[in-house]
């Protein structure tokens, strides 16, 4: 899962609050569940164009985070524990997740991935918004831990519509990860040991309703304008920003968007260009 809150400043006040911040979630849950269903049992071992995973380790992926996140809200000690389980290992984490399931069949991996995330959101609802889990970096707060959740789950399910050539509904719940997006801009270049090249470009996002969402808007002399579905693929590193029809003007946006992260974890490079787009139906 990513790990945000230490990239960020705090969410201020006027942000989603934490009930509002779970229930897009479960919204998230509820898209990604729908397309599991629609699988054929032979789809499970189709191979992704991400890092050549096939769509049993996409899940298998997402739902290793969510035991780490119900792990977590038990407590220090047995988060800990788990953790040092998974450093002994000596492996990725999808080999892990591969070790920890078995051969566990794709429908059953999607059930039990459906029922543990909806745990997770349900615990996450009764806690103290005010407290602090552990994670594998610093601690963060209830409320970034569920936009975490959504992000990861939005993005790793790009993987599965694009080898199946689906088509993808949006809505404005999507805010969230832009917000998250913009928020590490200074994250992006300090994970590279990088200064900042200049301060954060003004973003114009056109969001899935119509709305139009604006960051910075003090900066004239860098920008990034268009479709807020591209710009979250970009941050999320689903898409090459060349792949997009984001209009990016200005030095500071160009090395911004060359290799944004919006996640924790070592720096990682974007796709390819051409790399990862959908298939052709």
Same mark, same amino acid.
């Given at each position: 899962m990513a790990r945000t809150e230490d990239m960020t400043e705090d969410m201020t006040e006027e942000q989603p609050?934490?009930? *509002?911040? &779970? =229930? %897009?979630? *479960?919204?998230? *849950?509820?898209?990604? %569940?729908?397309l599991l269903g629609s699988l054929e049992p032979d789809d499970w071992a189709r191979v992704t164009t991400f890092k050549s995973w096939?769509? #049993?380790?996409?899940?298998?992926?997402?739902?290793?985070?969510?035991h780490m996140g119900m792990t977590s809200l038990a407590g220090e000690e047995p988060f800990r524990a788990l953790m040092h389980d998974m450093r002994d290992a000596g492996v990725p984490m999808a080999e892990y997740a591969r070790r920890w399931l078995g051969d566990l069949p794709g429908t059953a991996l999607h059930?039990?991935?459906? +029922?543990?995330?909806? $745990?997770?959101? !349900?615990?996450? +609802?009764?806690? +103290?918004?005010? $407290?602090r889990l552990p994670w594998a970096g610093p601690s963060m707060k209830p409320r970034m831990f569920a936009t975490a959740r959504q992000m =990861? !789950?939005?993005?790793?399910? #790009?993987e599965i519509y694009d080898l199946l050539g689906r088509p993808r509904a949006h809505t +404005? *719940?999507?805010?969230?990860i832009? !917000? &998250?997006?913009? $928020?590490?801009?200074? #994250? !992006?270049?300090?994970?590279r040991k990088l200064d900042p090249p200049g301060p954060p470009p003004r973003v114009e996002l056109r969001a899935p309703s119509g709305a139009v969402w604006r960051w910075n808007e003090d900066n004239r002399d860098d920008s990034i304008t268009g479709d807020a579905v591209a710009f979250c693929q970009v941050v999320t590193q689903v898409r090459n920003v060349a792949d997009t029809d984001l209009v990016v003007a200005g030095p500071v946006a160009r090395a911004w968007m060359a290799f944004a992260q919006c996640f924790a974890g070592?720096?990682?490079?974007p796709p390819a260009p051409g790399s990862r787009v959908p298939r052709v139906a």
């Open positions: 609050s934490l009930h *509002r911040q &779970i =229930e %897009d979630l *479960r919204a998230e *849950r509820a898209e990604l %569940d729908a096939r769509i #049993w380790d996409v899940v298998a992926h997402l739902h290793l985070s969510d059930a039990r991935w459906r +029922d543990l995330l909806d $745990r997770l959101c !349900t615990a996450l +609802d009764a806690t +103290d918004p005010a $407290r =990861e !789950t939005w993005a790793h399910g #790009w +404005d *719940r999507l805010e969230n832009a !917000t &998250i997006g913009v $928020r590490t801009f200074g #994250w !992006t270049f300090a994970n070592p720096p990682a490079d």
